[in-house]
Nanobody
C-alpha cells in the first residue's frame, strides 16, 4: 500500500499563491507518477498536473488551463510532490487530491484524502 497525505490548502484571495504538498509513504515502486487532481462542488474531478518520481527530470505535464500558473515539482529523497499555484482565481476553488500511479497497469490506484483550496474574489 502507498499512503498519500496532502497539505497546504487554505483560504486565500484572488491573485494569491499556495503551495500544496503530497507526501508518499509505505510501499515503494521503482518509479511511479504522482498526479494532482481537483474537484469543485458539483463538478467532475479533473486532472491538474503530474510528475514522475523516478525518471530523470520527472517529465512534468499539465492540463492546459493550468499551464503558466501552476508548477509541479518533486523531492524524490522525501517522496514528496509539490504543486505551486500562483495567480489563483475563484474558479480554482476545489478539493485538491494527489494520487499515485505505480506504472504497473493499475492507473492512479492510490489516493490521498484531499485538501481544500478556497479562493475568494
Amino acid at each position: 500500500q502507498v499512503q498519500l497525505v496532502e497539505s497546504g490548502g487554505g483560504l486565500v484571495q484572488a491573485g494569491d499563491s499556495l503551495r500544496l504538498s503530497c507526501a508518499a509513504s509505505g510501499r515503494t515502486f521503482s518509479s511511479y507518477t504522482v498526479g494532482w487532481f481537483r474537484q469543485a462542488p458539483g463538478k467532475e474531478r479533473e486532472f491538474v498536473a503530474a510528475i514522475n518520481l523516478g525518471w530523470s527530470g520527472g517529465n512534468p505535464y499539465y492540463a492546459d488551463p493550468m499551464k503558466g500558473r501552476f508548477t509541479i515539482s518533486r523531492d524524490s529523497t522525501k517522496n514528496t510532490v509539490y504543486l505551486q499555484m500562483n495567480s489563483l482565481k475563484p474558479e480554482d476553488t476545489a478539493v485538491y487530491y494527489c494520487a499515485a500511479d505505480p506504472l504497473i497497469g493499475t492507473g492512479y490506484h492510490y489516493w490521498g484524502q484531499g485538501t481544500q483550496v478556497t479562493v475568494s474574489s
